[in-house]
């Protein structure tokens, strides 16, 4: 298969980790007999040093014209301590997803057997668990229209009934595919965007009478997933609140640095960790890439429909958790020290199982 892949790293670790899952995509061409083309491109901080936009036109360009894009992170501590700072890396990003019209952000939850023991959650509480966000990803508080006074400030919570019913449909296609249950999650009880999405779902819900649809406010849900996270299979849920809830979900997962995502809507799809720059730890070969390389397995397997090389990808992680071998933010306090290995390290573990 001809495919042509734009890697767009971003900052800080984002930088690391899209290396890593880079090399996976390679792995995978060589492996199976695919002919693989990259590209690169520059968001966030690192395009506003160089041309002082956080998405520059080049960037959007390059974008629109490839198969698939593997993305990074974007963040700088520069300007989260600058609120007044008018152009911000994060810019970058919100307006990728709107130009593409990435409506759709598939975040998984997968719980590898063997990071049971990273988790501070019990294990007979998180065993078993396999959850499925659908974030809504181009509506919500996010863009709707801001206001800034001297002494106040406003950010407009507004959905649109038609961007509720397209990720609703997304998430009950998903939901007949597993196990036939979806969770809508609101705050219906306070606010008119959420009694529209409610109304929303219940109406898409006529279409799938085959799935069990259970709402639940954002308060609950989010008391809920560390309770029993059993209880949630395909979950449906706007911008804000699946921003805050996948964070909180990627505890399930062992470490923000295991969750991967799928981007998706109108044009090319994107697939990116769900976690951030992570300053703290930048440029010290201490991130987690499995993030990355399972956004990678995502990609082969959502855009381009090879679900055999996908496969191979998660297996592999699998094989590198099974043999020992953990980053800092899975290790426990029974990992040996020399078990614990590096961003490149433990990536070259992951592409010889491949
Ligand atoms: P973060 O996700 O960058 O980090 C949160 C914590 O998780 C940190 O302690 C970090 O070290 C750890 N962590 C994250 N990814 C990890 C990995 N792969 N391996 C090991 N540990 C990992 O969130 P934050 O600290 O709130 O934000 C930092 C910057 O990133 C901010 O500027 C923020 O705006 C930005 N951000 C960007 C994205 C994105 O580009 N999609 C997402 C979240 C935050
Ligand atoms: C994410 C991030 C972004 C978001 C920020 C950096 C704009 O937290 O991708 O989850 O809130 O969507
Ligand atoms: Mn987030």
């Known amino acids: 298969m001809r495919k042509h892949i734009l890697v767009v790293p971003g900052d800080g670790i984002g930088q690391e980790v899209t290396q890593v899952g880079k ?18 491109a520059l968001i966030g901080h690192v395009a506003i040093e160089a041309t002082g ?12 014209s490839s198969d698939a894009i593997l993305f990074g992170a974007v963040g700088h501590a520069k300007y989260d301590n600058d609120p007044n700072a008018k152009v911000r890396p994060e810019q970058g990003l919100l307006k990728m997803r709107k130009e593409l019209g990435l ?38 508080v996010y863009f709707g229209e ?17 961007e509720v019913e397209r990720i609703a449909r ?17 705050k219906a009880n306070v606010l008119e965007s959420s009694r529209l999405w409610r109304e929303v779902v219940q109406e898409v819900s006529k279409d799938y009478p085959e799935v069990t649809v259970e709402h639940q406010f954002i308060d609950a849900a989010a008391m809920l997933l ?24 990627s505890q399930i997962a062992g470490s923000m640095g295991m969750l991967a995502s799928a981007s998706i809507g109108e044009s090319t799809g994107v697939y990116e960790p769900i976690h951030g720059s992570a300053h703290d730890i930048a440029g010290k070969n201490l991130a987690n890439p499995m993030a990355s390389v399972l956004s990678a397995a995502l990609l082969l397997d959502i855009s381009f429909g ?12 699998d094989a590198v958790l099974k043999a020992g071998f953990r980053t800092g933010d899975i290790a426990d306090e029974n990992t040996p020290k020399e078990m614990i ?6 990536g070259e573990e992951i592409l010889k199982r491949i």
């Open 23 to 40: 090399k996976v995509l390679e792995r995978v061409a060589e492996k199976f007999g695919h002919d693989f083309t990259y590209d690169e």
């Open 53 to 64: 936009d956080p998405l520059p036109e080049e960037t959007l360009v390059k974008m629109r």
């Open 103 to 140: 409506f759709a952000n598939l975040r998984p939850i997968k719980l590898f057997d063997e990071l049971l023991a990273s988790s501070s959650i019990k294990p007979e509480i998180l065993k078993g668990s396999d959850i499925l966000f659908f974030r809504e990803l181009t509506g919500d």
């Open 146 to 162: 801001k206001k800034r006074t001297e002494d106040s400030a406003s950010d407009l919570m507004i959905y649109h009934r038609y």
């Open 170 to 186: 997304k998430a009950f296609d998903a939901a007949m595919t597993r196990g036939k249950k979806l969770m809508s999650v609101d």
């Open 226 to 249: 560390i309770k029993d996270p059993k209880r949630f299979d395909v979950v449906v849920l706007g911008n804000l609140f699946g921003d805050i809830l996948t964070d909180e979900a």
């Open 306 to 317: 090879l679900k055999e090389e996908s496969e191979a990808v998660i297996s592999a992680v």
């Open 341 to 346: 290995l590096g961003t490149q390290e433990i």
